[in-house]
């Protein structure tokens, strides 16, 4: 069974900086295109970052580009997401999800709170 | 990466047929065969529908399906039951390596 297991979020104050990491087991971690996905409270979903599967292509979403690096372990069949200067409205539930390169989702986890406030 | 359009609400009886829409532009939906619908039910993970705008992952009931006509694809569920009430998200490739999401809809079965 597939499982993916977000972990890191919590309160940080603005500028402050987070790392999420996301735990992948019951599928090839290694052959699947990544993609972080954020919801703010009571809002809709947002892309935000996406990672080859062998770690040496990246993208983001304008709103988060400069500020966010997205990385991969498959030997830990880890994915992380560091987060840096990070402002209010990046306050959201992330979700890591596994996928192709133009498709998020064909699994996705549980998500992880990140609540940015002084 | 301005949000595709999706209606706010939809909704439908049991059995019934509901078509959700996904309207972009010509940089996302009308230029790419990549548009994927997610279901959310509340406080839930979302779940893959429909990927490659047509295309039902495997599991997923065949009450389901995808369409497109220029800028704006479509979810359709045909025989609606009640556990079909959730919030639906497209999702299309946007160029430029990123993708984007429409704002969701919230289907009521009545």
């Known amino acids: 069974e597939v499982h993916l297991v977000e972990s890191g979020g919590g309160l940080v104050q603005p500028g402050g900086s987070l790392r999420l990491s996301c735990a992948a087991s019951g599928f090839t971690f290694s052959s699947y295109w990544m993609h972080w996905v954020r919801q703010a409270p009571g809002k809709g979903l947002v892309w935000v970052s996406r990672i080859n599967s062998d770690g040496d292509t990246t993208s983001y979403a304008d709103s988060v580009k400069g500020r966010f690096t997205i990385s991969r372990d498959n030997a830990k069949n880890t994915l992380s997401l560091q987060m840096n200067s990070l402002r209010a409205e990046d306050t959201a539930v992330y979700f890591c999800?596994?996928?192709?390169?133009?498709?998020?989702?064909?699994?996705w986890g549980q998500g992880t709170l990140v609540t940015v406030s002084s | 990466q301005s949000a595709l359009t999706q209606p706010r609400s939809v909704s439908g009886s049991p059995g019934q047929s509901v078509t959700i829409s996904c309207t972009g532009t010509s940089s996302d939906v009308g230029g790419y065969n990549y548009v994927s619908w997610h279901q959310q039910h509340p406080g839930k993970a979302p779940k893959l529908m429909i990927y490659?705008?047509?295309k039902r992952p495997s599991g997923v009931p065949d009450r389901f399906s995808g369409s497109k006509s220029g800028n704006t694809a479509s979810l359709t569920i045909s025989g609606l039951q009640a556990e079909d009430e959730a919030d639906y998200y497209c999702c299309s490739y946007a160029g430029g390596y990123t993708l984007v999401f429409g704002g969701g809809t919230k289907l009521t079965v009545l």
């Open positions: 490659d705008v047509t």
């Open positions: 999800a596994s996928g192709g390169a133009v498709r998020p989702g064909d699994y």
